[in-house]
């Protein structure tokens, strides 16, 4: 027999429904202002910051800041921050899918040529897409892969010396795995400043190691 359910059984189930959607809101959101707050608290601890600028990304999703540096190299620095949608009782599982984790953008500009050429290290699986999709001139770069501490990376660079800069950095942090693209940059005139990208899983115990450590590579290169 199909099952009939009662007006009130079913007014009850879509109240418990309904309920379970308002907690996982109220604890979802509060654990993302939590680690939005905190990750802004360790940026302006860390970074040598002599003015700054903030735009929020959604409402409990993440930020992006602009940094200018008090540093004679490193003009600025630029993050972006964004977080899995905690707050959505029915968005959240898929997100665990699409988006996966919560992550870090981070890009240092430098405000003099860099005396380096370029160089990816990229974590196998990173991206879904081909990595010459995500990497301009991929194709016309040198290729190789390596591993570090159990962690396999494509190497793609045009340089030797600025590849062995990013694999020391990979090879000192806390947890190599969840560093999924590192890359110097070089000046290309009319285009674009030289930089060091980066692009890493957030995670609140290891971004100020992370931030760090990148930003004493960024002054180191030049």
């Not at 899995?84 to 405000?111: C, Q």
């Not at 081909?130 to 194709?139: D, E, F, G, Y």
């Amino acid at each position: 027999m199909p099952l009939v359910l009662t007006p009130f059984q079913v007014f009850a189930a879509l109240s418990a429904f309904c309920g379970l959607v308002a907690l996982q809101f109220f604890k979802g959101r509060r654990v993302n202002l939590v680690i939005l707050r905190k990750s802004i608290d360790i940026f302006e601890k860390t970074l040598p910051i002599a003015d700054k600028l903030y735009q929020i990304v959604g409402l409990y999703v993440g930020y992006r800041a602009v940094y200018w540096l008090n540093s004679s190299n490193v003009s600025r620095a630029e993050a972006t921050v964004l977080l899995l949608p905690r707050y959505s009782l029915l968005y959240y599982p898929i997100s665990k899918l699409t988006m996966r984790f919560d992550k870090l953008y981070l890009t240092y500009w430098f405000s003099k040529p860099l005396p380096y050429g370029e160089a990816h290290l990229v974590r196998v699986g990173a991206y879904r897409k081909p990595l010459s999709k995500v990497i301009r001139n991929a194709t016309k770069m040198n290729y190789s892969e390596t591993i570090v501490h159990g962690v396999k990376f494509h190497c793609i660079y045009s340089d030797s010396a600025a590849m062995n800069r990013l694999l020391r950095f990979i090879e000192r942090i806390p947890i190599p795995k969840d560093v999924m693209h590192i890359a110097i940059v070089p000046e290309k005139p009319g285009d674009y400043e030289a930089h060091l990208y980066l692009y890493t899983r957030m995670r609140l115990e290891t971004l100020g190691t992370i931030v760090d450590a990148s930003y004493k590579l960024a002054k180191s290169l030049v």
